[in-house]
């Protein structure tokens, strides 16, 4: 039976633990590299192995690295430089970037990497921290289809369904912010629907099991609206400051596109607002709320 590889893995927040922590329960080692460094308890309990920089995190892997960071920034600060991890990551190793960023920085990625001899993927994920805590998120796939299937094995470590859907890096990170576009339509819409019969007398969850079984079965609006019912904004399980991270990026990639996007706009707008509210750090559900208080309604 052949030894598995060590994997390395940079970025661990509230995804990129629980995603690391399966590598570890599927019997990979895996060095890990955070901007954060993780006390040796943590690092005790979580089964991982440190690293002193993103180069040696990739030094010490067996060729395969993933990223999971906030944005744009932190991307290009973990990979690039003097301690990035294309600094030590084996020529011809492959980078694995787990993480939802722009259009244009996946391009910029795929030349740098091709320019220092090594592969880059991208595979930004669906799912919440309970999905990946779960091992049940869905990867999107972009790149290379022999670089995908050496990918098979922790895609299925991670998650519960992968897609490939094209040879270009830029592709998959096109699909993530078009599904987290949709996310956060849903919510300005199920905010509204709420705000509109809540002002009928009609409570919300009555609202919801009426939409959710006679228009509809989503287990994403089952989620969302319970979270919004409930009002269970704290602790985020997805921050709305990265949602507006998120919108900023759709509509870079929607004029870049030459795609007008009203409603990505609106929204755009709403989230904008609730992060200058002091809503940042609540979950992204809290477009919900947001919408009720325009609608004069008291919440908390």
């Given at each position: 039976m052949s030894?598995k590889p060590?994997?390395?893995?940079?970025?661990l927040?509230?995804?990129?633990?629980?995603?690391?922590?399966?590598?570890?329960?599927?019997?990979?080692?895996?060095?890990?590299?955070?901007?954060t460094?993780?006390?040796?308890?943590?690092?005790?309990?979580?089964?991982?192995?440190?690293?002193?920089?993103?180069?040696?995190?990739?030094?010490?892997?067996?060729?395969?690295?993933?990223?999971?960071?906030?944005?744009?920034?932190a991307?290009?600060?973990v990979?690039?430089?003097?301690?990035?991890?294309?600094?030590g990551?084996?020529?011809?190793?492959?980078?694995?970037?787990?993480?939802?960023?722009?259009?244009?920085?996946?391009?910029?990625?795929?030349?740098?990497?091709?320019?220092?001899?090594?592969?880059?993927?991208?595979a930004?994920?669906?799912?919440?921290p309970?999905?990946?805590?779960?091992?049940?998120?869905?990867?999107?796939?972009?790149?290379?289809?022999?670089?995908?299937?050496?990918a098979?094995?922790?895609?299925?470590?991670?998650?519960?369904?992968?897609?490939?859907?094209?040879p270009?890096?830029?592709?998959?990170?096109?699909?993530?912010?078009?599904?987290n576009?949709?996310?956060?339509?849903m919510?300005?819409?199920?905010g509204?629907?709420?705000?509109?019969?809540a002002?009928?007398?009609?409570?919300?969850?009555?609202?919801?099991d009426?939409?959710n079984?006679?228009?509809?079965?989503?287990?994403?609006y089952?989620?969302?609206?319970?979270?919004?019912?409930?009002?269970?904004?704290?602790?985020?399980?997805?921050k709305?400051?990265?949602?507006?991270?998120?919108?900023?990026?759709?509509?870079a990639?929607?004029?870049?596109?030459?795609v007008?996007m009203?409603?990505?706009?609106?929204?755009?707008?709403?989230?904008?607002?609730?992060?200058a509210?002091?809503a940042?750090?609540?979950?992204?559900?809290?477009i919900?709320?947001?919408?009720a208080?325009?609608?004069?309604?008291?919440?908390?």
């Open positions: 030894r060590i994997i390395a893995f940079i970025g927040g509230n995804m990129g633990i629980p995603m690391a922590r399966n590598l570890v329960a599927a019997g990979y080692a895996v060095t890990v590299w955070n901007r460094p993780l006390t040796d308890a943590d690092l005790a309990q979580h089964g991982f192995v440190t690293a002193a920089t993103p180069a040696e995190a990739a030094a010490q892997s067996g060729g395969m690295v993933i990223t999971m960071v906030a944005d744009d920034a991307l290009d600060a990979t690039l430089g003097e301690q990035g991890l294309l600094a990551l084996p020529r011809g190793g492959l980078h694995i970037s787990m993480s939802t960023v722009s259009v244009q920085i996946a391009q910029a990625m795929a030349r740098a990497h091709v320019a220092s001899g090594c592969r880059y993927l991208a930004p994920v669906f799912g919440r309970e999905a990946a805590a779960a091992a049940k998120l869905s990867i999107v796939a972009a790149g290379e289809a022999a670089d995908v299937a050496q098979e094995p922790l895609f299925n470590a991670m998650g519960q369904a992968h897609f490939h859907v094209g270009n890096p830029e592709q998959a990170n096109t699909v993530k912010l078009a599904g576009f949709l996310l956060m339509a919510l300005e819409a199920l509204e629907a709420f705000a509109l019969t002002k009928a007398g009609v409570p919300a969850r009555q609202v919801l009426i939409v079984g006679a228009l509809m079965r989503s287990p994403v089952e989620n969302y609206g319970n979270i919004a019912i409930n009002e269970r904004f704290d602790p985020p399980g997805f709305l400051r990265l949602g507006l991270k998120d919108a900023n990026l759709v509509l990639a929607a004029n870049a596109a030459g007008p009203p409603a990505a706009s609106l929204v755009h707008d709403r989230i904008l607002g609730g992060v509210r002091g940042g750090d609540l979950d992204w559900s809290v919900t709320r947001l919408v208080e325009d609608a004069g309604l008291n919440h908390g």
